[in-house]
């Protein structure tokens, strides 16, 4: 039975005379139920209005394609995405990354044919990770992290002279070049000595700025490394076309291992939770995004994203006049895809949600290991 056949029925049952008139002194049952039903109704639309509870009608707010696209604050585009590339000092390597799907770890020679289509689709931003696998490259203070023939030089100095147009973020860290595993310089007792850190981690940042990075992007986590990067780039005359992107807060957990698998970057003892944020300390993420803003940050950064999208709102509450990034890291791109492959969901439905909610909180700039295919999705 269709509503208004309901409508109408239930209009002639309550409101069927109950005297005992002639059938030819009663109105006809068929004329009495139209006129009750449109009555009903007419009354039923009007108690809407007047009680106030209008508002609760919204599902013709979102009932078209387009007008539900209408009701996200923020729709991705391919602008907002970054594109994470791990770059061998192995010229011609080209390794896959098996904990991280479709992923790989590429020499200098094989930069240039993998970027090629993906700048033809829209590609606009990478970010640069070195990964060094030559041996005994590696020692207690990274020293190759800034070597004018490592990989990130080269890299910057490639793809600036290639893709002019393409923006190029340098990710600043030691983890990857020191013989520890650590993300910065260590005292005897193997803590992080800060002051050294910070002196180095500056000096890198400095290096690839003058390489041509048009953003550096500390992840070290070292305190103040925001403020020494700002005066080397002011002091090198080079901080008026140099984005300082931090890191800001970065949590410490169990998302990374993707990542360390590509970059062979995992500490050789202990970890990174003196330094990196616990995953409940969102006071102390708090003061970090201060912190960092005040010392010169021009981008803020949340890492991982997805369970830290509290973080990122914060982010945009506390610097309301930056652009907020957020990370979608090597755990959370894996785990989709591993939900995707044993069909709890659709991977690209899932990836495009992800992404949203990334958005949603605040954030304006994803990195993400989605972008190639984003590049097409976002074109179909």
């Known amino acids: 039975m269709s509503f208004s056949s309901l409508v109408n029925e ?11 008139k002639s059938p030819a002194s009663r109105p006809s049952a068929r004329s009495t139920a139209g006129s009750y039903a449109r009555s009903y109704t007419s009354t039923n639309a009007t108690s809407v209005s007047i009680s106030g509870d209008i508002s609760s009608q919204l599902h013709g707010g979102y009932g078209h394609p387009l007008t539900r696209s209408w009701q996200a604050e923020r729709q991705l585009t391919k602008s907002m995405l970054i594109y994470p590339l791990f770059i061998s000092d192995q010229d011609s390597e080209e390794t896959l990354i098996p904990s991280l799907p479709n992923q790989h770890r590429r020499g200098i020679s094989k930069l240039i044919p993998h970027l090629e289509p993906l700048i033809r689709k829209g590609l606009s931003a990478v970010i640069l990770f070195g990964v060094p696998i030559a041996p005994n490259v590696k020692d207690a203070v990274g020293t190759a992290a800034d070597d004018q ?17 393409l923006y190029i973020v340098a990710d600043v860290c030691l983890c990857e070049y020191t013989s520890h595993g650590h993300c910065g310089i260590l005292r005897d007792d193997g803590s992080l000595n800060n002051d050294f850190s910070v002196n180095r981690i500056s000096d890198v940042a400095l290096a690839y700025a003058e390489a041509g990075a048009h953003c550096v ?30 890191y800001s807060a970065k949590f410490s957990g169990c998302l990374y291992g993707p990542f360390r698998d590509a970059a062979g970057s995992c500490p050789s003892f202990g970890d990174r939770k003196c330094y990196q944020l616990p995953p409940g300390g969102r006071g102390l993420a708090r003061r970090a995004i201060r912190r960092d803003i005040q010392e010169g940050a021009d981008i803020i950064m949340v890492k991982p994203a997805s369970s830290y999208l509290d973080i990122i709102s914060d982010a945009k509450e506390i610097g309301k006049d930056l652009p907020v990034a957020a990370y979608q890291v090597s755990g959370e791109f894996a785990m989709i895809h591993a939900g995707a492959a044993a069909g709890v969901f659709d991977l690209k439905t899932m990836a495009f949600e992800s992404t ?9 700039i994803v990195v993400s290991y989605f972008t190639p295919q984003f590049l097409d999705w976002l074109s179909s």
């Open 217 to 246: 992007a500390p992840s070290d986590m070292n305190d103040g490394r925001i403020r020494a990067i700002k005066l080397k780039l002011i002091e090198a005359g080079i901080s008026h076309k140099t984005t300082l992107m931090s």
């Open 149 to 165: 023939k490592g990989p990130v030089i080269q890299s910057i100095l490639l793809l600036r002279a290639r893709f002019p147009d």
């Open 356 to 364: 949203q909610g990334i958005l949603r909180a605040g954030a304006t």
């Open 10 to 20: 239930i209009a002639f049952r309550d409101h069927e005379p109950t005297d005992k």
